[in-house]
Structures are given as C-alpha cells and as structure tokens.
C-alpha cells in the first residue's frame, strides 16, 4: 500500500463493553487507524508479517493493514461519516470505515487468529456483522441477539479463527436499512493457506450498492426500497468506476458481493467465465459451466474465473440497463416521437433548467451533456470513448486486456488501438427498396381481455 495515501491518526484509548476478553496489554497498544480518502484504486498490500499470500485488488478502494500480535493479527475499523465521490462532479455525505465507504477489504489467511478493534464515531449506535464467516455466536455482531450495541464513542473487539477460505462481506447488524443505505459495508478475504490452491493471475474484488441521492443533495435517502437513481460498484459510478486491467493469457478472478436490494445479472463481453466461488465456498470443477451472465442476488458472492485471451476494452457491467445509467428520473415520461419545438419553449421560460427526454430517443441526453445540470448530480448517460459517447453510467466499466504488462501494473493502458480491418464501419446500400414478409391475417381471431392485478406498484 502507498503510505503517502495513509492519513494516520493519534492512538485512542478503549471505552466499552469488549466482546472477547484480551490482556490488558493487547488494550493498551490498539493498532493505529488508518484511512485513505484517495477513491481510485490502490495497489494490491502484499503481506510483510503472518503467512503469505497473492492479494486482491479492491476496484475503487484498499485493503486494511494489520498489526501482529503474539501470533494474532490485529486489524482496527472505524465506523464514521465519510464524504464519497461518486463520479468526478458528484460527491455524497455517506458512512463507512477508515474514510471510506465501502471500507477497506479485509485480508487474512485460512487459519488465522483474527482480532478486530472496532471504533464508533457515528452518531448512533452500530455493529459488525461478518458475513459468510463460521465463528462464535457471540461473534455475529447481530446487536441484542449476540451482542450488546456499539454506542457513539465506544470501541469493541472481536475476535476468531478465519476458519474457511473464501470470499466474504461486513456490515452492521444495527439500524441495518439506514446504515447499509448509508454506504456501510466492506470486503473480506480468507486467502487459502496452499497458495497453490486454485492460483490467478490478477485477483479482483468489489461490492454492489446503490443510493437514491435527489440532484443538488448529498445525503442518500435511506427510506428508498427499489427506486434508487444511482447503481453503484463500490460506491462508484460510472464514469467514476477504474477500468480493470489485465495481461493478455492472464488467469483472472473478480469476485462480486451484492449488498443492494434486488439481483444484478453481471455480464462480461468477449470473454466467457465459469463461477468458481460462492459465498458458502469454492465450487467443485465438477460443478461448473461455462457463462458470459451470471445473477448475483441480494446478500450474495460470486467469483468468477476467465482466461483473458482476447486483446481489447471489452465492457463489463449489470444487464440491467436501467443500472447502467445515472441519476435517472423515474416519473419522466416518453417523449419519442413528440414534437417538443414549442412546448420547450413555454417550459423553459418558467422552468428554465427543465431538460425533457428527447424526441428521438434518450440518446439525445448524451449529445447534450454540455447542458447545464442541477448541482452535485452526474448526466445519467456519460463517459467518453475512442468513437465518441459511451451512453453509459451506473454499474459499467471495461475488462482492458493488454500485452506487456508488468506484474503489478494495474495502471489505465488508455483507448485500445485496434488492428487495421477489425472495426465495424459503415458501408454504402440501397436500401429503397426492401422486400417484407406479409403479415398474417387476424381479422377473425378472438382475443379475451384480462385485467391486470394492481396494488404492487414498484415490485
């Protein structure tokens, strides 16, 4: 990890109830906070104490150093509110840890002692609830039910044994809709203690939220059950989210873990994969097909491996298309094939920022991205390629496939130069005369009309 991204803070003292009893002098030396409010994608921390393994790269975020103690290794969350950037142009007021939101992956080995020191600087009580993991009940962090509340200004500890190898999440288990509404959640890892096992190349991992920030706020609305207007990979939108980068003939994992409230179909063009991880482990070979879509459903993991062996910028994204936009207005009617010439003209002169959808389409939001918009709000189709607008936002990046690069080169190749011949490109028809099938007459077919059930708007 860059120790220049690191902002270091001053060791604070231990007040609360402690979830595990540890020696006074465990105490009295906490690990030091560390936080990090760069949002772009860190180096992978290559361990320098405990076992080894070949860590992950967090898209958008950082893994948490740790301290070891007496053969335990010593991690220190603090939960707070943080400010995110979402995109360039747009920044939220959200909670995380350690100055971010998602918080920094975890990163341990099968078989490791763990100790957590947990700190609460919200304004409310909270919890941690390790998601996936087998440990002690009094370890869930489900508050009232294995533990007592984390109240503002306290510090807990838990610890365990990292007993499975695999992929996994934390959250609170306290004012669960507001806090996870509110950005908090973060990654964790059990690397297997065989490096050996299952080896990639390149190791990718990131979680799926999402928020319903009106334009010109910065506060999410926690009450929001589906409508949400930004998707989000770790609190990032596109085109805020990094591209990920790989070598050509790489070995690639990414896994996904989905703290939102409905499912996400993750799709990757050019390549195909097989799901190789869930969050109750590792899936047999046996077990496995071959996918270019995979769901992921709420509170769930996936992992999926591929061989990256196709040169390009090849886009990967939720197929969900309404996920792969931004800010979106969700009472804005179709206006296609509407002609607006006149009514625009009335509009503006009482609502002079008023942007209606276009009449040929929503394609025409992206030509006018120059437009002014509300502030601290992102155009809901943005980004730029090689051939001009991408139209896209919200969950969406691009896999980069590369030659040459070196082990640890996660840095954005730029545009891919494509070889001669290999673009689609237009090409000169006559087109004025098309020949048609002739529909089938319907003139004597009986059709029965059925009222459709109401009262589920939304769901």
């Not at 080995?109 to 763990?114: C, S």
């Not at 365990?160 to 908090?184: C, S």
């Not at 002609?339 to 942007?355: C, F, G, S």
């Amino acid at each position: 990890m860059d120790r220049r991204n690191f902002f270091r803070y001053a060791g604070m003292g231990v007040a609360g109830v402690a979830v595990s009893a540890v020696s006074k002098s465990a105490l009295a030396a906490l690990p030091e906070i560390i936080s990090v409010d760069a949002a772009s994608t860190q180096q992978p921390l290559f361990p320098k104490t405990g076992r080894q393994y070949n860590p992950v790269v967090t898209l958008n975020g950082w893994s948490l150093p740790w301290k070891m103690n007496n053969g335990v290794k010593e991690f220190h969350l603090v939960a707070e509110p943080v400010v995110r950037e979402i995109a360039p142009g747009m920044v939220a007021n959200l909670w995380g840890y350690n100055g971010q939101s998602p918080g920094p992956t975890i990163e341990v080995v099968e078989g490791d002692r763990v100790r957590i020191f947990v700190t609460n600087r919200l304004p409310e009580r909270t919890s941690i609830h390790w998601h996936g993991q087998r440990l002690p009940n009094g370890m869930d962090g489900v508050t009232g039910l294995n533990q007592p509340p984390i109240e503002p200004g306290k510090t807990f500890v838990y610890e365990f044994e990292a007993k499975r190898p695999g992929t996994f999440m934390y959250h609170p288990h306290a004012d669960e809709m507001l806090q996870m509404a509110m950005g908090m959640m973060g990654s964790w890892v059990t690397h297997p203690k065989n490096p050996s096992f299952m080896p990639v190349d390149r190791d990718f991992i990131f979680l799926l939220n999402a928020f319903d920030i009106e334009p010109g706020s910065y506060t999410p609305k926690v009450n929001t059950m589906l409508n949400f207007n930004l998707w989000t990979w770790n609190s990032r939108a596109f085109p805020g989210i990094d591209p990920i980068v790989v070598n050509k003939n790489d070995r690639v994992r990414i896994r996904v873990g989905n703290l939102t409230m409905t499912n996400h179909p993750i799709h990757i063009h050019g390549h195909e994969f097989e799901v190789t991880g869930t969050d109750g482990g590792w899936v047999p070979k046996t077990a496995r097909w071959p996918e270019v879509t995979t769901d992921v459903a709420v509170g769930q993991m996936r992992a999926i491996e591929f061989k990256a062996d196709e040169l390009g910028d090849w886009a990967f994204h939720c197929h969900k298309s309404h996920h792969t936009m931004n800010a979106m207005g969700h009472d804005v009617p179709t206006m296609i094939g509407v002609k607006q010439d006149d009514l625009m003209k009335k509009i503006t002169n009482l609502v002079p920022d008023y942007m209606p959808m276009g009449k040929t389409g929503m394609s025409e939001m992206a030509e006018m991205a120059g437009m002014p918009l509300p502030k601290n709000t992102l155009p809901m189709m943005a980004g730029i390629g090689p051939f001009g607008e991408l139209e896209m936002g919200g969950m969406f990046t691009t896999v980069k496939v590369r030659e040459g690069l070196a082990r640890n080169d996660y840095k954005d190749p730029g545009n891919f130069r494509h070889p001669s011949g290999t673009v689609a490109h237009e090409v000169e028809i006559d087109a004025s005369d098309i020949k048609r099938m002739t529909a089938p007459n319907t003139s004597n077919v009986k059709f029965k009309a059925v009222k459709p059930v109401t009262g589920h708007e939304g769901h």
